[in-house]
């Protein structure tokens, strides 16, 4: 398959900006050769780097963003940067001239501008941050990553929605499992939030897939293929979970430097290792999409370099290529449900019928 | 030291009891052969162990306890069941006839006995669970791991109190300094309920060693040694690290079973592995304190065997020989802040006071 497609990319965002980004946009083409991109940046800085990658340029049209929105900018004040490399890309997906924006900047900025200028599917409450993470039975879709603080009954709901649509389209699983994250897996842990979206979800269309209460082990554990929780742990998890692989990382380092057996002991298993190293490479889970609005928005992580930012780009190029929003769409049709509680207490009278997913779509 | 002291020890809870807690008491006592141990269990099942082990019979007065909290039991009919050996242990607390207890049964039931029976600590809203983890600086304190869903203003800066004191009797750290977990470091991030709780530290007497929002990540960098959560947040991150590391542990072992050459790297390196192994031993930091009680109170994973439940009464026995919980009475006094959020309004109108944390002890 090879419709072409265009993304609109935010040269600026991120650390290594916009060197950083050229070079990965240079590793993302190889595998997309059809994408067409459009390029938001400060001329003077992205032009010089496109001229000396050919390939790139050849892909690329380049739009000079005289502003741009740095890291520590609070969502208020970037609003009103409508120069910005990352403004000006999310536009191009509102005007229908890209498909998608990938950055790597400013994630509240990004949500935020996602929100108000590309807005949300409709019937969708708020967005989430989805992400994959490695696990024993292959990758695991985790949302929220951090879009929404505090949320309520209806988003976890809506979440498990979106996550079951992103697991279908992105990983390619035809009925994907959903666990809800909580201290216990038994029925009555946690608080009333999550017993209620418990509820709701069990008697939802997607019943069926919905595993009950899931525990922070069974990410890893690959116990669901989608875990649903609220922002703050779901960003607490996932960094945690991220920060402990890392300190495994330098551990093993340091035993592989420790003595001259160690180190040949390394050469000799190195092939294996290395894959091992590949397989829970932070990059290879770089570019985390914001389900739940009207076209594809790919955040990529600030801190990465050219490899990482290129797999934001495949995760965007994939959203695009497979439809992911439309299949999103078509699977969320317009949720509708007015009050959770409502839906919960007509779930325990009618426990046949259930909760109603009023499809509009 | 080896002054003697007295440990009450619940011999029916977890899943290998009570032979599991019996080996395991043996472990323990040959680090710590002055403790006195009151064991409370079935007699007919517990004292034929015992009589195999002589060395653990020579310390230890055993106890019949009739009934057994099972692991699914809710808390409120736990604490009907009087005769239950974790009662009886918890009882032993509060009578003074011992100074601690050690249980790898139900964790509800545990800290909800413990609450009624042996009482929070004056001035204290909501004991904490408290657990150590392995951090690239050293071990790092995490609470609360799970004894309270929702947490307030309040809850979280008694925490922060508390780990404060913890980590300066358990990890002997002259003055550990604290952060609260949030979704960024900046000061605007997280909910009003993070940021209420940073303010008041800020002002108060250990607002010196706060060293205000971490992330997911800085538990295993150990930014700071102790970190403060609700309890919902930290039963999920310290289960998704677990989690984490399970399979990294698992991808290792195919690792060095892929090949003969693997093989034998293993066995060149097998001395550093085997360090890194024990240094990241699930039961290296297995028995988490219930902090705020007055008294000590730990809980082993149920799930361990005999080497991790003798750590449990290894933490036991470290709180009870450094008067741990004598220190954590003189730190906290009795915080007697009646409103979280007058204390704010007050450390705004007044920095120089600041917060005040009324001491009555």
Do not use: W
């Not at 049709?333 to 499809?359: C, Q």
């Amino acid at each position: 398959m090879s419709v072409p497609f265009t993304l609109a990319v935010d040269a600026m965002g991120g650390d290594g900006a916009p060197e950083m980004v050229v070079a990965g946009l240079g590793i993302a083409l190889e595998r997309h050769p059809e994408a067409r991109l459009l390029v938001f940046g400060d001329e003077a800085r992205v032009g010089p780097l496109l001229r000396r990658h050919r390939r790139v340029a050849a892909c690329c049209t380049l739009r000079h963003a005289p502003e741009v929105i740095t890291g520590d900018l609070k969502p208020i004040p970037a609003l009103r940067l409508r120069q910005a490399s990352m403004r000006l890309a999310i536009d191009a997906v509102a005007e229908g001239e890209a498909e998608g924006v990938v950055s790597a900047g400013n994630t509240g900025a990004l949500l935020a501008m996602a929100k108000i200028v590309i807005k949300m599917l409709p019937g969708i409450d708020r967005p989430a941050i989805a992400g994959i993470a490695p696990s024993a039975k292959g990758d695991v879709v985790l949302l929220d990553l951090g879009a929404n603080i505090t949320c309520d009954v209806r988003n976890l709901v809506e979440f498990a929605v979106m996550g079951e649509v992103f697991a279908r389209a992105v990983l390619g699983l035809p009925a994907p499992s959903i666990g809800l994250l909580n201290v216990g897996s038994e029925e009555q842990k946690g608080d009333d939030r999550v017993r209620q979206a418990a509820e709701i979800l069990k008697a939802s269309p997607i019943g069926p897939q919905f595993k009950g209460f899931v525990e922070g082990h069974d990410i890893a554990a690959g116990t669901t293929d989608v875990v649903v929780t609220d922002g703050f742990t779901g960003n607490v998890a996932l960094k945690t979970a991220e920060g402990a692989l890392h300190l495994v990382g330098e551990m093993l380092h340091q035993v592989f430097t420790a003595s001259l057996a160690a180190r040949l002991g390394y050469l000799l298993a190195k092939s294996s290792l290395e894959r091992l190293r590949e397989r829970l490479d932070p990059r290879r889970y770089n570019g985390a999409v914001m389900v739940g609005l009207n076209g594809v928005v790919v955040k990529s992580h600030g801190g990465t370099d050219a490899k990482g930012f290129a797999h934001a780009m495949d995760v965007a190029m994939d959203m695009v290529v497979n439809r992911c929003n439309e299949r999103i769409r078509a699977g969320l049709g317009g949720i509708l449900f007015a009050d959770a509680e409502t839906a919960v207490e007509a779930a325990k009278k009618d426990p046949g019928e259930g909760h109603r997913l009023a499809s509009t779509g």
